[in-house]
């Protein structure tokens, strides 16, 4: 089993740049998440999908756009990326939503994404 | 609000010693409480979920506490070996619709030989 698997570990983009970040799990799990994890502060939640089919917006959701392409993969996308852009981009899935219920969440290895 | 604080923000200590991380949270209504253990470049990785009713699980030589009155957690980790050297992240868990995992900004150890 690989996990969650993303990709790409690395990009540099230009401002106004678009591209797409790609994250698949093996684990038949259906909810995914998106994560940017900035230098002193946690973890935030961009977007998330409770089940293939559906998506719903995070904490900070501006900028960005995500699609639920099937059970096993959700990707992420930067229509006109910014420099306040610039962060690691983290995927993560689990069983089911993480909120009243005790699944654990399962994280990719993260995207490390530059914006000039 | 709903908010994680954790301290210390960093910690140094001998290999082969004890240590202990502290997580207090203001998040309500209370589900659970997950500690993370997160390797430089790399994603977090659970090591314990504790629910209201829990207050000690343990996870080989990391054990969570958990006091739901005072609304304050604490990972203790005993013998520490150098692959501790990570930073350690509380996620608090309210009862809401969709998801709502709120976490702390992470305890960065490093454990020196």
């Known amino acids: 089993n690989a996990g969650v698997t993303q990709t790409p570990k690395f990009q540099v983009l230009k401002t106004g740049q678009s591209m797409t970040l790609q994250c698949a799990q093996d684990m038949n799990h259906n909810s995914m998440y998106w994560y940017r994890q900035d230098p002193g502060m946690g973890l935030r939640l961009i977007y998330y999908?409770?089940?293939?089919?559906?998506?719903d917006k995070g904490e900070v959701p501006n900028g960005y756009n995500v699609s639920r392409l099937n059970k096993r993969e959700f990707s992420l996308r930067l229509e006109s990326a910014a420099p306040s852009q610039t962060s690691v981009y983290f995927c993560?899935?689990?069983?089911?939503?993480?909120?009243?219920?005790?699944?654990?969440?399962?994280f990719g290895p993260g995207t490390r994404l530059t914006v000039l | 609000k709903n908010q994680v604080e954790q301290s210390p923000q960093s910690l140094i200590i001998l290999e082969g010693k004890n240590c202990t991380l502290q997580?207090?949270?203001?998040?309500?209504?209370?589900?659970?409480l997950r500690w993370y253990k997160q390797d430089t470049g790399r994603g977090p990785v659970s090591l314990t979920i504790m629910t209201f009713s829990e207050n000690t699980k343990s996870n080989g030589r990391y054990t969570a506490t958990l006091d739901a009155d005072t609304k304050q957690s604490s990972l203790h980790i005993t013998a520490s070996q150098l692959s501790d050297s990570a930073s350690y992240i509380c996620v608090v868990s309210a009862y809401q619709a969709g998801t709502a995992l709120i976490f702390g900004k992470g305890t960065t150890l490093s454990v020196s030989s």
């Open positions: 993560a899935s689990s069983s089911s939503i993480a909120g009243g219920v005790t699944d654990t969440q399962y």
């Open positions: 997580c207090n949270y203001t998040v309500s209504p209370f589900s659970n």
């Open positions: 999908s409770a089940s293939e089919g559906t998506t």
